[in-house]
């Protein structure tokens, strides 16, 4: 009954005329108190002076709250402000009880009203005193009461710094949970068995599952401020393994109002462990590049495409072309960008393959820059559908490098992808052709062709990590394809910002490869997601081995066997040297497997896709097949040349 009392009523707060009868009340006490300390218990003394001078002393300290306005502050929130405007409110009482001591002192008030100097200094440190105690008082008694008899969340604060004390405040000051901050864990030595504001800090070795039991412990909070994402996932690590749960607080540039909230502690994701570097909207390259242009995106409201939109939108742009043939993510792009005041955008329903829709576009809004992100990607699904993925991947990348060629656009931007390197994959195969091309056409053309090369990135769509998210909610099992199985991760606005500055640093004719940090075992990383959900594995949610999928690789690979890299001013980029292909013959297959492509026939284009690019092996598809029919024409081959 007491927990329901406090919490629907947490909500409300004492009126500020009651703090500020309160307040008065005190403060006439205080005055009487004076007059008891200054001339003794008994009051042996005349007081009908008192009796004269407690009314305007009432009036004169209502006065001073009003126009201080000490009242208006939540009681239970009390902190150094509001001792601060006491101390206020307090001295501006007594200047004018002085002032009055003054004038009593002349013909125009009555002597009955001089109040003693001594008086005035006593009522003076005695209002500072318990008026201040008073909030104090109540403060700790009502999170005594809280505390004490409503059923509380305890909780454990790691990092007992700055950020610690501002997440200790925050969760104080909440009113719409019943939450008690038990200690601080600190990984500092000289920190361990010291308190902060009356709390205990323990060293981070005391984290057993044995002492969060004993403790009632519920959650703990990470707030350490500029955290690695190694450092995080280390610390994670350990309190995955305890029965609580874990949060962070976010960036110091996330906070309302630059304010942390209660409510911005959120519990640990995936996202956060894999988190990589902030990204930096103030880049003056890409702030010179992009100035005044006309820039064209492709595959607008997708995942990248919608990225790089975003992160166009900040600079000073001509216009943006967003071009995507899905309707409704479009439309939801649009009103995202409208509701942020971007209106300077055409938002384009059209389908790359069409040429002369295409063309259209282009003869209209005459782009000054492509970014190139619509593709077909779902690596299994292609390898069902391998006319498709040479349709948009192949078909779709030419026209518009041709286009672009046509028009004059000055750079051209092609989204690629790790997959294309030694591609085991349909999807992966089609973009190293579309990447080979848009290389070829770069020696005849005043249009630079820039090619960018990365992996996986965070909460894509057909990502692994929502994918995992949906089967943690039903329950499990979470279904892994190997148990060795890894991949690189980047989060979308990273990898955005990558292609634009790539976009930014080209000369045409490069690709560009992507710094893609560590690889992750995703065996692993679904293990780390249950733990995040507060689940444990296998015990309530099991992960099924299911067998790579047609065309999946166990690893990735940002580079091919011939390849090599050279280092540009941007440390997370780098530049791919590879041999340079017979263009004239490359054009030819690839205007072959164009017109092969019409007729639906999926080994014959797929014969084809080899032939192009000769290291594509499948791997657990369909078109192993092909491959074997290759190895065995040329042993037959080297035994007719002995």
Not at 544 to 559: A, V
């Amino acid at each position: 009954m007491i927990k329901s009392y406090l919490v629907n009523n947490s909500h409300k707060h004492a009126s500020k005329w009651l703090v500020l009868a309160i307040d008065v009340s005190i403060t006439i006490f205080n005055f009487f108190l004076a007059y008891a300390i200054r001339f003794g218990i008994t009051l042996d003394f005349d007081t009908t002076n008192m009796w004269y001078q407690l009314p305007i002393v009432a009036g004169l300290a209502t006065l001073s709250f009003l126009v201080i306005g000490s009242y208006k502050g939540v009681v239970r929130h009390t902190g150094m402000r509001d001792a601060y405007n006491l101390f206020l409110s307090v001295t501006i009482l007594i200047a004018l009880t002085g002032f009055l001591m003054l004038l009593s002192r002349s013909t125009l008030v009555p002597e009955l009203l001089n109040i003693p100097v001594s008086i005035i200094c006593i009522h003076y440190m005695l209002n500072i005193i318990t008026l201040t105690t008073s909030r104090l008082i109540f403060k700790y008694c009502y999170y005594y009461i809280k505390s004490k008899l409503g059923e509380t969340s305890r909780i454990l604060i790691y990092g007992a710094g700055d950020s610690g004390l501002i997440t200790l405040a925050a969760i104080t000051n909440d009113s719409n949970r019943l939450l008690s901050v038990f200690g601080f864990v600190d990984d500092n030595p000289q920190k361990k068995g010291k308190t902060i504001n009356g709390i205990k800090v323990y060293a981070s070795d005391v984290l057993t599952q044995s002492f969060v039991t004993k403790n009632n412990i519920k959650e703990i909070v990470v707030s350490i401020p500029h955290i690695s994402k190694k450092r995080l996932s280390e610390i994670s690590d350990n309190l995955l393994k305890l029965p609580v749960k874990v949060k962070i607080i976010p960036a110091v540039n996330d906070w309302i109002d630059g304010k942390l909230e209660v409510s911005q502690i959120k519990e640990i994701q995936i996202e956060d462990l894999l988190e990589r570097a902030p990204i930096n909207m103030e880049n003056q390259n890409i702030k010179k590049e992009l100035n005044n242009k006309a820039i064209l995106i492709t595959g607008a409201a997708g995942s990248i495409g919608s990225e790089i939109v975003r992160q166009a939108s900040y600079y000073k742009y001509k216009n943006l072309i967003l071009v995507d043939q899905a309707e409704s993510p479009l439309y939801d792009l649009q009103q995202e960008l409208l509701s942020k005041g971007v209106t300077n955008f055409i938002p384009i329903v059209a389908d790359i393959r069409d040429h002369q829709r295409m063309e259209t576009i282009f003869e209209k809004y005459r782009p000054n820059m492509v970014f190139h992100a619509a593709a077909y990607k779902h690596v299994p699904l292609m390898e069902s559908n391998p006319c498709e993925a040479i349709k948009i991947n192949v078909l779709g990348t030419r026209k518009l490098a041709d286009l672009s060629s046509e028009f004059g656009v000055e750079k051209f931007v092609f989204v690629s992808t790790d997959k294309a390197v030694n591609p085991t994959n349909v999807m992966g195969a089609t973009k190293r052709v579309a990447e080979m091309y848009i290389k070829c056409l770069h020696k005849t053309s005043k249009t630079k062709f820039i090619t960018t090369r990365f992996g996986n990135v965070l909460g894509s769509n057909g990502s692994v990590i929502p994918l995992f998210k949906k089967q943690i909610q039903k329950g499990g099992p979470l279904t892994v394809t190997h148990q060795d199985v890894t991949r690189f991760f980047m989060t979308i606005p990273e990898a955005s910002q990558l292609v634009i500055e790539a976009g930014t640093m080209g000369k045409g004719g490069e690709i560009f490869i992507f710094d893609m940090g560590e690889s992750v075992k995703i065996f692993d990383l679904a293990k780390k997601m249950i733990r995040l959900s507060g689940l444990s594995y296998p015990n309530d949610i099991d992960i099924k081995i299911t067998g790579l999928r047609p065309g999946e690789k166990l690893y990735e690979e940002l580079l091919a066997d011939t390849e090599n890299t050279l280092p540009t001013y941007h440390k997370k980029i780098m530049i791919s040297k590879f041999d340079d292909n017979d263009c004239a013959n490359v054009k030819d297959k690839i205007d072959d497997l164009c017109i092969m492509n019409l007729f639906n026939q999926d080994h014959q284009i797929v014969g084809k896709l080899k032939e192009i690019v000769p290291e594509y092996i499948s791997n657990n598809s369909t078109f192993e097949s092909i491959d074997k029919k290759n190895k065995g024409n040329q042993r037959k081959e080297q035994k007719v040349f002995v």
